[in-house]
């Protein structure tokens, strides 16, 4: 079965900063991969997803993530970041609508 | 984006008692939807997967008769948490799978704001 791992459970950067969310997958097929946002007492919102187009994935909030099959990554990342992007982050990789989350990454954005 | 409702957001019941969790899409149909559990600081743990008129399939170790799923529309998936106890205490999120041939990349989960369950 496929899995993810976020590699950073706690990521602070400082506001107007670069962000950078890590996410790594195993699949023994080729997975459609997604990045989830949690705000808190908030339900989970997508923000962007690959699957098998383009590498380079624009989503929302100007989040993007590269796709790189020779890495098997999936990082997400934000050129400034702002305070309102405080959240729980997850990576989740599906086959056949099979899903699999990632433990998360929480984000502090500090002023 | 589409758009997911469940109620109630919270409920608090006492050991023994069954729990109704409602989970329905409102402005599309769709044939398959997911239950999580999620338990704090924790990621999202998948407990079954339904298909509407069909009996759910459940994960392993996720006991189908304490966790009774109900796919009666494509609209509507209720949860009910028979006997709860202490242990079944957590935030249960739902998510409906809408567009695309499954299985072919193109559809999208989308989630419920999730019940948070408290049994004292």
């Known amino acids: 079965a496929q899995s993810v791992t976020q590699l950073d459970s706690h990521v602070s950067v400082s506001e107007g900063t670069p962000v950078l969310l890590r996410c790594n997958y195993s699949?023994?097929?080729?997975?459609?991969l997604f990045w989830y946002v949690q705000h808190p007492n908030k339900g989970l919102q997508l923000l962007l997803k690959?699957?098998?187009?383009?590498?380079l994935v624009k989503g929302i909030n100007g989040f993007e993530a590269e796709f790189k099959k020779s890495e098997t990554s999936f990082h997400l990342t934000k050129p400034s970041a702002h305070m309102s992007d405080a959240a729980e982050y997850f990576c989740?990789?599906?086959?056949?609508?099979?899903?699999?989350f990632g433990a998360g990454t929480r984000l502090t954005v500090k002023p | 984006g589409a758009v997911v409702s469940q109620h109630p957001s919270w409920v608090i019941c006492k050991s023994g008692t069954s729990v109704k969790i409602e989970c329905r899409s409102l402005d599309f149909q769709a044939t398959t939807m997911f239950w999580y559990r999620q338990f704090p600081k924790q990621s999202l743990m998948l407990m079954a997967t339904?298909?509407?008129?069909?009996?759910?399939?459940?994960e392993q170790g996720v006991e189908k008769d304490k966790f009774l799923i109900n796919h009666a529309s494509l609209t509507l998936s209720t949860l009910t948490v028979t006997s709860a106890h202490p242990e079944d205490s957590s935030f249960y999120i739902c998510s409906f799978l809408e567009g695309g041939l499954a299985g072919a990349g193109l559809e999208t989960q989308y989630f419920g704001p999730g019940t948070r369950l408290l049994v004292l």
């Open positions: 699949s023994s097929y080729s997975p459609s």
């Open positions: 989740v990789v599906s086959v056949l609508n099979d899903m699999r």
């Open positions: 690959y699957t098998s187009a383009a590498t």
């Open positions: 339904s298909n509407e008129g069909s009996k759910a399939t459940y």
